[in-house]
Nanobody, 126 residues
């Protein structure tokens, strides 16, 4: 059974940085593509970044140039380095794995395709 655990969230001031981790157990991460989603208060869940098994990475406009997604299959982990954080980055951050390509990131929310972690809270505030 696949299990994902996110960590690394917390409270940070605007302009600060955080690095989120996502660790998979139950299968080798190398078989999956990994996406990061976030859900701001009162809003729906949005995909923000995705990395494929060959380390090709994709970013949505709100985080492009500020966030970096990476993976280390030797540790069965993926990461989201977040820099120059803004108040609007506040939210609950989730990682998900799927065999679907990153072009189908919106389908990761379907439980028949994606496996999700429980999430980690990121709060950007002074």
């Amino acid at each position: 059974q696949l299990r994902l655990v996110e960590s690394g969230g917390g409270l940070v001031q605007p302009g600060g940085s955080l690095k989120l981790s996502c660790t998979l157990s139950g299968a080798p991460l190398e078989h999956y593509n990994v996406a990061w989603f976030r859900q701001a208060p009162g809003k729906g869940r949005e995909g923000i970044s995705c990395i494929e098994f060959n380390s090709l990475a994709y970013y949505e406009d709100p985080v492009k140039g500020r966030f970096t997604i990476t993976r280390d299959d030797a540790y069965n982990a993926a990461y989201l380095q977040m820099t120059n954080l803004r108040r609007e980055d506040t939210g609950f951050y989730y990682c998900a794995v799927a065999t679907l390509t990153c072009a189908r990131i919106s389908d990761y929310v379907d439980p028949q395709f994606g496996t999700w972690g429980q999430g980690t809270q990121v709060t950007v505030s002074s």
